[in-house]
């Protein structure tokens, strides 16, 4: 749904798949687990490689680097229904990206679920010395890799964002818990901590807010020539997320993507006991 009435690069799809993967790689032994992990970060690095090696020698470099004149023109000028039927007859052309970057998913998934079983998290002084080194690595050695984005040309854009980028959002992991350590009465992070809370609600909100700002069928500000408004609109958009995320959980315990998924869960469970009940 979130794909066809919002935006075509929707990202949900393929986080359900890996989740669904991957709640059965969870119940093996800790080397099968890492087995797994590192056979996903092969297959994805090698697809990456091969992306890598074509911008390179000019084969597809175009048609990465380059946005097909009639997406922009969909965009600009299309209307919402323009959009939804663009996104249903090219469906597979625009999932491509998502079914591409599953094996990514599953390695970084998994990552995540080794993190928290080693106590990365923890409020103990294991958590807080692996946390340092997360900051330390992360930083150290992804921030410089994340500035080849900035090379001309676009030759870099996909080993960044899906090579790179990782490596620099476990520095990221590390230094906002640095940060909570030390600044722990700042009242920012409870904010945020209700963002976390609605962070299903948050993104489709942002993606619903975005689409009415910057599309053609909205106030059309896509394209706008000036960076720092861009960024500005950015910034305006996540306090009002936070404003919403703040405001909603005073009345509700949950944000209204994530209660309407509990209960489309919950009716799930019920129809199987009913059907395992007849059987």
Known sequence: ????????????????????????????????????????????LFFIVLVFLGVLTNLIGDELVAVPKEVVNLCQHGSWMNQMQYRLFHFWELRSEAIFVIPFNICMFLIGVLLVRIGAFDN????????????????????????????????????????????????????????????????????????????????????????????????????HPRSFFVIFVWILICLFQMLFAALWLRYFKMGPMESARKRLASLGIKKNIKKDLKL
């Open 1 to 44: 749904m979130h794909f066809i009435f919002v935006l075509e690069y929707d990202i949900l799809m393929s986080y359900a798949v890996t989740a669904i993967v991957v709640s059965f790689i969870v119940k093996m032994r800790k080397t099968m687990i890492r087995i797994t992990m590192i056979s996903a970060a092969v297959i994805h």
């Open 124 to 223: 103990n002084s294991n958590g807080i010395n692996v946390r340092k080194r997360m900051m330390k690595a992360g930083l150290l050695v992804g921030l410089p890799l994340n500035l080849l984005l900035f090379v001309p040309g676009g030759y870099f854009d996909f080993p960044v964002r899906y090579v790179f980028a990782p490596i620099l959002s476990l520095g990221y992991m590390g230094a906002i818990s640095f940060l909570i350590e030390k600044f722990q009465d700042f009242s920012l992070w409870s904010v945020l901590e209700k963002v976390g809370k609605m962070s299903l609600s948050c993104y489709v909100l942002q993606n619903v807010l975005s689409s009415i700002l910057f599309y053609g069928w909205g106030l059309g500000w896509g394209g």
